[in-house]
């Protein structure tokens, strides 16, 4: 079994047609996210066909991302209320990826609405007992400033973690139940994804492709091709096994996405 813990299966299709092909023939489970009803009705039709033909499982994730109310310039209250609609019908397995993102000056003026939709998204999350996804740019006081609230939802995964390893041990002893995903960062050499890659507990990790928008240097896109390199360069720097490391990955990916 490989896991995969954060991709966009309806991005990826402009870019690799095959990729559900492929996807399947690496055995890969992931945990797929969307943010609109085009998005999402795509990623559950290849969920439910994967279901069928008995195929490596597809998690269904869905919120309105955090860069939503900048790219559309408007009050996302459709994307949202779509996104209720699921919640209410159960038709998830997590919510996500929502968060905050404060990297740009057009992203930093849409604060106020990704913190409103941040609050929708983890109540639904604390009622409804689902995992919730992050996506966190130049954020974390904001996540610090929900700890409390966060410690109720059943896990919280951080996608492509961009925190410290302070941070992440922080979050940990404050009781939230957190998983921290790492990708590209790390075989790209970003200094304090190293860090925190090699020193935060081994059962709190994750690996993820974040296909299309982490590829590795010279390519064009990721895809679960990148997860071999990125398991690799995970148990080089904490100087573990390959073998080992991947079975503990796929063992934390079911604890934190499908609560067993």
């Given at each position: 079994?490989?896991?995969?813990?954060?991709?966009?299966?309806?991005?990826?299709?402009?870019?690799?047609?095959?990729?559900?092909?492929?996807?399947?023939?690496?055995?890969?489970?992931?945990?797929?996210?969307?943010?609109?009803?085009?998005?999402?009705?795509?990623?559950?039709?290849?969920?439910?066909?994967?279901?069928?033909?008995?195929?490596?499982?597809?998690?269904?994730?869905?919120?309105?991302?955090?860069?939503?109310?900048?790219?559309?310039?408007?009050?996302?209250?459709?994307?949202?209320?779509?996104?209720?609609?699921?919640?209410?019908?159960?038709?998830?397995?997590?919510?996500?990826?929502?968060?905050?993102?404060?990297?740009?000056?057009?992203?930093?003026?849409?604060?106020?609405?990704?913190?409103?939709?941040?609050?929708?998204?983890?109540?639904?999350?604390t009622s409804k007992a689902l995992p919730l996804v992050l996506?966190?740019?130049?954020?974390?006081?904001?996540?610090?400033?929900?700890?409390?609230?966060?410690?109720?939802?059943?896990?919280?995964?951080?996608?492509?973690?961009?925190?410290?390893?302070?941070?992440?041990?922080?979050?940990?002893?404050?009781?939230?139940?957190?998983?921290?995903?790492?990708?590209?960062?790390?075989?790209?050499?970003?200094?304090?994804?190293?860090?925190?890659?090699?020193?935060?507990?081994?059962?709190?990790?994750?690996?993820?492709?974040?296909?299309?928008?982490?590829?590795?240097?010279?390519?064009?896109?990721?895809?679960?091709?990148?997860l071999p390199l990125i398991l690799h360069t995970a148990a080089?720097?904490?100087?573990?096994?390959?073998?080992?490391?991947?079975?503990?990955?796929?063992?934390?990916?079911?604890?934190?996405?499908?609560?067993?």
């Amino acid at each position: 079994m490989a896991t995969d813990s954060h991709c966009h299966l309806y991005d990826l299709l402009r870019y690799m047609p095959e990729a559900e092909i492929e996807r399947r023939r690496r055995g890969v489970i992931c945990a797929a996210s969307s943010w609109n009803t085009e998005d999402f009705l795509y990623t559950e039709s290849l969920a439910k066909k994967a279901a069928l033909d008995h195929a490596p499982r597809i998690l269904l994730c869905h919120a309105v991302h955090p860069q939503a109310p900048a790219a559309i310039n408007r009050n996302p209250q459709e994307l949202l209320s779509f996104f209720e609609q699921l919640v209410k019908e159960n038709r998830l397995n997590a919510i996500g990826e929502t968060g905050f993102d404060l990297f740009t000056e057009s992203l930093r003026k849409t604060q106020a609405v990704q913190e409103e939709l941040f609050v929708v998204h983890l109540d639904y999350a604390t009622s409804k007992a689902l995992p919730l996804v992050l996506h966190v740019r130049k954020a974390m006081h904001e996540v610090f400033a929900y700890s409390r609230q966060l410690k109720r939802v059943p896990s919280v995964i951080f996608h492509s973690w961009s925190g410290t390893l302070g941070e992440g041990q922080s979050l940990i002893k404050r009781g939230v139940n957190a998983f921290f995903s790492f990708g590209s960062s790390i075989a790209l050499n970003h200094k304090e994804a190293l860090r925190s890659c090699a020193l935060l507990p081994e059962d709190r990790l994750l690996l993820e492709t974040d296909a299309p928008y982490q590829p590795l240097r010279g390519n064009g896109f990721s895809c679960w091709a990148d997860l071999p390199l990125i398991l690799h360069t995970a148990a080089a720097i904490r100087l573990e096994s390959e073998e080992a490391l991947s079975l503990a990955i796929d063992q934390n990916f079911i604890r934190a996405y499908m609560r067993l």
